[in-house]
T-cell receptor, first 115, second 111 residues
C-alpha cells in the first residue's frame, strides 16, 4: 500500500517569499490533515479536510496560509508571504473517515527554512 | 482546551533497560489516547492506542494503560533495544475529534 506522499522534502526561502507544499494521501482516504511541527514541539493541526470540504481550520493563520483540496484527493498548502516563525516541518496525514479513534497515516513531511 | 504533557527528554537508556515515558492529559469528556513514534528519517506512525478508561494498548512490546483517575497514559517497555531509539509523542482526540499532541520525548538507547 502506497503511503502519504509529500513534496518537496526540503525548502529554503527568504522571508516575504511564497512557498507551496503538495500532499497526495492514501488512495480512498476521505480525510486529509496538514500539521505544523516547530522544532522541539509537537505537531499542531493547521487544517482538516473531509473530502474537499474544510472541517477545521481554526488554527490556520488565514492572513498568510491557504490550503485547498479541490477534487477531494491531493492537497496544496501555501504560505504567502512567509515569516521567520514559519520555519517548521509541515506534515500531511490522511485517514479513512476522520473518526476520533482512527489511525492517522503521516507523510515524511516538508522541512521549511525561512531565512 | 485539550492538552497533553509529556516528560522532557532526552531519555538515554542502555539496551535491555526498562522504559517509562510519562504522559498526562487534560480534556473534557472521554478522550481517546494514542502514542505515536517517529523513527529517524521517517514519518510519524501510530504505536498504540486506548479508547476508554482502563484499556491497555500494546504493540511491539510497548504498553500503556488509560488511567482516568490520574489522567495518565504512561508508555512502558520492559526491555528496550537500540532500534527503539526514536521520538515518542503522546496524543489525544477529545470532543472535537482533533488529534492534539504532546511535545515529544526523544529516546536514545545505547549498547
Amino acid at each position: 500500500e502506497a503511503g502519504v506522499a509529500q513534496s518537496p522534502r526540503y525548502k529554503i526561502i527568504e522571508k516575504r517569499q511564497s512557498v507551496a507544499f503538495w500532499c497526495n494521501p492514501i488512495s480512498g482516504h476521505a480525510t486529509l490533515y496538514w500539521y505544523q511541527q516547530i522544532l522541539g514541539q509537537g505537531p499542531k493541526l493547521l487544517i482538516q479536510f473531509q473530502n474537499n470540504g474544510v472541517v477545521d481550520d481554526s488554527q490556520l493563520p488565514k492572513d498568510r496560509f491557504s490550503a485547498e483540496r479541490l477534487k477531494g484527493v491531493d492537497s496544496t498548502l501555501k504560505i504567502q508571504p512567509a515569516k521567520l516563525e514559519d520555519s517548521a516541518v509541515y506534515l500531511c496525514a490522511s485517514s479513512p473517515m476522520g473518526g476520533a479513534n482512527e489511525k492517522l497515516f503521516f507523510g515524511s513531511g516538508t522541512q521549511l527554512s525561512v531565512l | 482546551g485539550d492538552s497533553v504533557t509529556q516528560m522532557e527528554g532526552p531519555v538515554t537508556l542502555s539496551e535491555e533497560a526498562f522504559l517509562t515515558i510519562n504522559c498526562t492529559y487534560t480534556a473534557t469528556g472521554y478522550p481517546s489516547l494514542f502514542w505515536y513514534v517517529q523513527y529517524p528519517g521517517e514519518g510519524l506512525q501510530l504505536l498504540l492506542k486506548a479508547t476508554k478508561a482502563d484499556d491497555k494498548g500494546s504493540n511491539k512490546g510497548f504498553e500503556a494503560t488509560y488511567r482516568k483517575e490520574t489522567t495518565s497514559f504512561h508508555l512502558e517497555k520492559g526491555s528496550v533495544q537500540v532500534s527503539d531509539s526514536a521520538v515518542y509523542f503522546c496524543a489525544l482526540t477529545g470532543t472535537a475529534s482533533k488529534l492534539t499532541f504532546g511535545t515529544g520525548t526523544r529516546l536514545q538507547v545505547t549498547l
